[in-house]
């Protein structure tokens, strides 16, 4: 998909407008409502434990004194933290942050557009930033992937 120049071609502004899109599927073509004090507060429970993975995800890239952007080259491998158990958790807590924003929306609309996104990120973000791992770490890298999951 072609983004115009200045576009941010960012992992939080894609999240940004999946959760733009799983609102307006939700208003336009709820498909199914299930909305519920008990659906909406799990999706609040969810949203909130998706930020806060996702933040205490990007402090260790503070720590460890490496670039979090995307294709920027990594001065460090971080396997501390949520990294121990998965390569990716700032795309995780993104993902669990849209299913709380799907279900809170209460949709299942919403939440079809929760579900591509992995997808989405994996092939737009995930595989370019694992093969910039390998060239830059080698056998470490490779070593950290077979011990953590990439989700």
């Given at each position: 998909?072609?983004?115009p ?8 502004v ?12 939700a208003?336009?073509l709820?498909?199914?409502r ?11 429970a969810?949203f ?14 503070r720590?460890k004194?490496t670039?979090?952007?995307?294709r920027n080259v990594?001065?460090a ?5 949520p990294?121990?158990i998965?390569r ?12 709380g ?16 996104f ?5 092939h737009?973000f ?16 490779e ?8 989700w």
């Amino acid at each position: 998909m072609a983004m115009p120049r200045d576009f941010p071609d960012l992992p939080p502004v894609w999240a940004l407008g999946a959760i733009l899109a799983e609102w307006l599927a939700a208003w336009w073509l709820p498909l199914w409502r299930f909305a519920s004090p008990v659906t909406t507060a799990i999706g609040i429970a969810l949203f909130v434990g998706g930020i806060a993975i996702i933040l205490w995800s990007a402090l260790w890239f503070r720590r460890k004194k490496t670039p979090i952007e995307p294709r920027n080259v990594p001065k460090a491998l971080i396997v501390e933290g949520p990294y121990r158990i998965n390569r990716n958790p700032i795309y995780t807590g993104m993902t669990l942050a849209l299913f709380g924003a799907a279900l809170w929306f209460g949709a299942l609309s919403a939440l079809i557009v929760a579900a591509v996104f992995p997808f989405v990120i994996t092939h737009r973000f995930i595989k370019g930033e694992e093969a910039g791992l390998r060239q830059t770490f080698g056998a470490e890298a490779e070593a950290y992937f077979r011990r953590a999951r990439r989700w």
